[in-house]
């Protein structure tokens, strides 16, 4: 998440965006949501290395956009994968791993023993497709996002004189 918080910039679009005309505002959404959406889906694609990456983590990749936040889905596709499971509910363990247990199975008086979640990669934090695709555009979409509001701000004044 990329907080406004030390940027007057980002403060000053935000407020900009509130006050401005709908029509404005979806024109700079449309414009923006242009740039974004191909770069957005095209770092995920490099990410992921697997298949199972691929196809649970770019599934309903998008990126929504608001007066207030843009916001970076991957993995929102409801849609059922071959294996059953679809990208949504598979993407916790895809993105951030699976810890590896042994589970057992019994039958009659004899016990089984089995790995569990060996499809998925170890447990990491920070993720391994999405979290570090977005800590690395994050600062390019904001930048974009501010130069596309102040464009299309002036363009708009310029066309009402």
Not at 17 to 27: F, N, P, S
Not at 49 to 69: D, H
Request: charged share 25%; aromatic share 6%.
């Amino acid at each position: 998440m990329l907080s406004v918080g030390g940027s007057r910039e980002l403060q000053a679009v935000i407020l900009a965006l509130k006050q401005m005309d709908r029509e404005v505002r979806k024109q700079i959404n449309a414009a923006n949501r242009r740039e974004m959406v191909p770069e957005w889906r095209e770092g995920l694609a490099t990410q992921a290395n697997t298949l199972l990456e691929q196809r649970v983590i770019l599934g309903g990749s998008r990126v929504e956009l608001g007066p207030e936040k843009v916001t970076l889905k991957a993995a929102q596709s409801t849609r059922k994968l071959s294996g059953g499971g679809s990208p949504q509910q598979l993407s916790a363990a895809v993105e951030f791993g699976a810890q590896n247990r042994p589970g057992s199975v019994s039958r009659k008086s004899t016990t089984y023993t089995r790995k569990l979640n060996t499809g998925f990669k170890g447990r990491r934090r920070q993720g391994y497709v999405a979290w570090p695709t977005a800590t690395k555009l994050a600062p390019r979409f904001a930048a974009m996002w501010v130069q596309t509001c102040v464009r299309t701000m002036y363009e708009a004044v310029e066309g009402k004189k």
